[in-house]
Every structure is written in structure tokens, then in C-alpha cells.
């Protein structure tokens, strides 16, 4: 079964999941081993799930302690990243530790979210920034989180899920143009996305 919204009835009591965090957050790391992937010297796709998204909202809760008012809010910012059975959904981050390089770094990187794409054999599939916000500032410094969705076509999941081609994942952006192969243990994660 392939979810595509999480509800409150998901929801475990915060003092239930805090005896379960430690088991959980292990679990997680397993799950997004092979959902990520790193592109160029800056950019790591975390691609989003169900489970993925139920997780964030559970350690946002525990971490935060809202209550039903903050998972309101929860709700509402994480299901709209969790794929919807024809589409890939990535949380781009840009990380780079120095303060001073990655602020110079974002301000060369304005419309990047618009510069994504995934390419598997000839089809290239752009990439379409979440519109919660805008990612980049007028004077064109872009966001270091980049919220990004990847909307296939039938034929499109269908040479993803044969693996017969390379799967490739990256940016055409004048200052930041790179690409990396999609591994075949996250290319099998992620074709599970797909209805």
C-alpha cells in the first residue's frame, strides 16, 4: 500500500512515539540511505515518501511539543511534498558549513529551483519548485532548501522502473551546472513512489 496523505489518525501520542524515537529515527536512516544523492559539491537530493514525511512530522512535534494546533500546521506544510503516484518529490539542500561561502554561493544561485531536471534516456523531466514560497530573493540569492517536484509521464515511469537506461539527476543552471547517475539501489527505492 502506497500512502499519499498522512492524517492525525497516523499520529502516534508524543509520550508513546518518545519511547520509540530511538527505534525509529534507525529505521528512518535505512529508509533514506537509498533516497538520496548527492549532485555536484554542494546540492543532496533527499527524495520524500510517506514515511519519510510521517517522520518529519512526529520529530516536529516531539521536538517542538504543539500539540494539535502545530500539527495542523505540520500537515499542511509536509503532505504536499509526499508523491502522488506519478511524480518524484525532493528536498534539495544546498550544504555548505562555512557561513561566508555559502552566502556567497546562494547569491551566484537565484532560479536554481527553476534549473532541476531528472533525465532517464532522452526524456528530460523538469523539475517544478513547490509554490509554498519563493525560493530565490530579488536580488538573487536562492533559498539553501529547495522543495522540488518531478511530474512523469506514464512512458516516463515506465523507463524508470526498467532500468534499462541511466537515470541522471541535475541542475542547467549557468552557475551551478551538474549531474550525477542515479545509483541503482536508489533508482529501486524510488521507483516504489510510482503508482
Sequence with gaps: MNLRKIDASAIVPLEEYGKQRAERRRRMAEIKK??????????????????????????????????EEQLADELAAYNPLIPQGAELVATVMFEIDDPLRRTR???????????AFIRVGGQVIRGVPENDQERSRDDGKASSVQFIHFAFTPAQIAAF???????????????????????AAVRKALSGDFA
Design 34 to 67: 537509498d533516497r538520496r544523492l548527492e549532485v555536484g559539491p554542494f546540492a543532496t537530493f533527499y527524495f520524500e515518501s510517506y514515511e519519510t514525511m510521517l517522520h518529519q512530522v512526529h520529530e516536529m512535534l516531539f521536538i517542538e511539543k504543539g500539540g
Design 105 to 115: 554561493v546562494l547569491s551566484m544561485l537565484g532560479g536554481v529551483e527553476h534549473k
Design 161 to 183: 522502473k526498467t532500468g534499462a537506461d541511466d537515470v541522471v539527476v541535475g541542475f542547467d543552471h549557468p552557475n551551478y551546472g551538474h549531474m550525477a547517475v542515479m545509483p
